[in-house]
């Protein structure tokens, strides 16, 4: 069997279907981060940036994105939300954005999670693009999921290898 659910046995790309799941409750925890020039992240934790408040539209943008995972990543089953929390915390060199999304549903949030992560880093990039295009976008991953038949996974509770 592969292992790969979103293909069929002849190899075909296909969306996994779910309707025989039980619906619970799932959550999803993910983080990424955006490097930048001091003087960047000065603005930020400032409010002094002219296009506003820099970190709010990316939270604003995040929870847009979140709804809209379904509609970006082909196979991914458009979801329920009953939760999305944004959080931004300012590090010495940049912005770290952790996501929890929650449902209940026959399927996992993580896709939700990871998309709201990478527009709310798009958005920063976006409103600081014009004093430092070198802002560097990486460290993205999924931190927890809960919920459905395999239960709780955290990072770092996969083999050595990273295949589990």
């Known amino acids: 069997m592969n292992p790969l659910t979103h293909f069929n046995e002849q190899g075909q790309a296909h969306m996994v279907d779910v309707g025989a799941k039980a619906d619970t409750h799932r ?6 981060r955006i490097r930048m ?12 940036h002219k296009k506003g408040d820099v ?5 604003i943008a995040a929870i847009m994105a979140s709804k ?21 915390e300012l590090e010495a060199d940049g912005v770290r954005c952790e996501v929890v999304a ?8 993580e896709m939700e999670a990871l998309t709201a992560v990478n527009v709310a880093l798009l958005t920063i990039y976006d409103m ?23 239960g709780v ?6 083999p050595a290898d990273g295949h589990g």
């Open 27 to 32: 959550v999803a925890r993910t983080e990424g």
């Open 37 to 48: 020039q001091p003087a960047t992240l000065a603005l930020i934790a400032g409010g002094g």
């Open 55 to 59: 970190l709010g539209i990316a939270r």
């Open 68 to 88: 809209k995972a379904s509609e970006l990543i082909p196979l991914c089953h458009p979801l329920p939300l009953t939760r999305v929390d944004v959080a931004f």
């Open 102 to 109: 929650e449902t209940v549903g026959k399927t996992g949030v």
């Open 128 to 150: 600081c693009k014009a004093v430092d295009r070198g802002m560097v976008i990486g460290d993205i991953r999924l931190l927890e999921k809960r919920g459905g038949k395999s």
């Open 153 to 158: 996974w955290r990072a770092g509770d996969e």
